[in-house]
């Protein structure tokens, strides 16, 4: 399935871009699948999403926890914890 | 129950005048109890504390951050009687002493306003999609989330 | 810390941005938190709820006033890390809408400076000599004293 | 001994009058027993200070109990329970 991508502040600068539209494979339906398909692209990625960081994630706007599920044409962000205020 | 987002300052005294003095239940407000957050001119963290501050820079996720905000307002009115709510959260580059966030709360009584006021503060704090980042001294740095905002909003459940 | 009675009305703002602005100690303030007391249109208790409301008088021991407060910003200086508190109360008569107490508190991070408000607000309700009069629709009336602020007051203890 | 009386609010209206200087009986020493001495000048002072109101007290300016022990120069008010902020 199709989704949209969108990083932000420190992760968005560790990979260098800010958005993307990928098509997912057949099992990539939840944030920790997501994660963990996204962690197979090179050493920054694995860095940020082999889970030894906190990287938060949203899903159409609304906070999840990584065994929210992944639908077609979803925009799934994925930030640091929040430190507005 | 407002939600604006801006990267321009806003003027404290007529925002609170105006939840004072606008919408038609101004006459049951007792309470109006208002939080503004400020930039320090130092960081306060446990790698480098003391550095002095040059900028702060706030991204934040438009699509998402007023929902969130609005949700966190929602939240606060099934919690408390309150009569209205307003949340200004600045965005963009600021300097040290400049205004950052406002959240004020009106209500018939101190108990609620004052509740609900903080209640708002320590959800925005953990669960509102802003980032933000030091420019110091010493180079920029992204700000660490800090353990004791996710003890503050435990407080709440 | 600055305690001020004064029959005049006070410009909110302007009261803030002090805080905000003045002082050698405005690089390390993060948070300001306010409460504002303001007069309702309506009575509001058991005997007669709801009744209009056309002045409120407030009667106070003027040489007690100005230390009860200075008191309550000194307790609250012992108990929270604050950077300043501003106490102003007005006294005489008021109007429906007209604003009736100020406190403001600033500090470095914001859990304090809510506390240490909400608490100045519980112990000033409590025990500062003031005593309000209603002039309504269907007389005049002493305000009673609430048991829901000693029950706020005792939960600093 | 001699004090100073000042009485606020409902109380002064009660008994019509917001202050005076009085010579107190010896045996007169403690908040309390200056309210049952002010109890015994007719029914208004009785209705007041015979204990089935809340009558507050401060000396010199801070609130006490009635326990609180008066002396030569006090100034002692008496008035309802607070109600300002």
């Known amino acids: 399935m199709n989704i949209n991508i969108l990083y932000f502040a420190r992760i968005k600068e560790s990979v260098n871009y800010s958005s993307e539209n990928i098509d997912l494979p057949k099992d990539v339906v939840t944030v920790t699948a997501l994660k963990n398909y996204l962690a197979l692209r090179g050493e920054n990625w694995a860095n940020l999403f082999n889970g030894k960081q906190v990287v938060r994630a949203a899903i159409n706007h609304a906070l999840v926890d990584d065994m929210a599920t992944i639908s077609a044409g979803d925009e799934v962000a994925f930030f640091p914890p929040v430190t507005g205020g | 129950m407002t939600v604006r987002i801006q990267t321009e300052d806003f003027d404290l005294g007529q925002e609170l005048i105006s939840m004072r003095l606008s919408g038609n239940d101004r006459g049951n407000i ?12 130092f960081t306060d963290n446990s790698l480098n504390d003391g550095d002095s501050i040059n900028t702060l820079t ?10 969130a905000l609005t949700a966190i307002e929602l ?9 209205d709510s307003l949340i200004i959260h600045r965005v963009g580059t600021l300097q040290p002493l400049d205004q950052i966030v406002l959240v004020a709360v009106t209500s018939a009584h101190r108990g609620e306003a004052f509740k609900a006021c903080e209640f708002i503060m320590d959800y925005l704090k953990t669960s509102a999609p802003f980032w933000k980042k030091e420019a110091t001294s010493q180079g920029e740095r992204w700000v660490e989330a800090k353990l004791s905002d996710d003890v503050a909003k435990e407080r709440w459940k």
């Open chain 2, 30 to 41: 007792g309470a109006l109890v208002s939080f503004v957050g400020l930039v320090r001119e």
């Open chain 2, 58 to 67: 706030l991204e934040h996720y438009p699509e998402m951050t007023e929902k």
């Open chain 2, 75 to 83: 939240e606060a009115k099934e919690r408390w009687v309150i009569i």
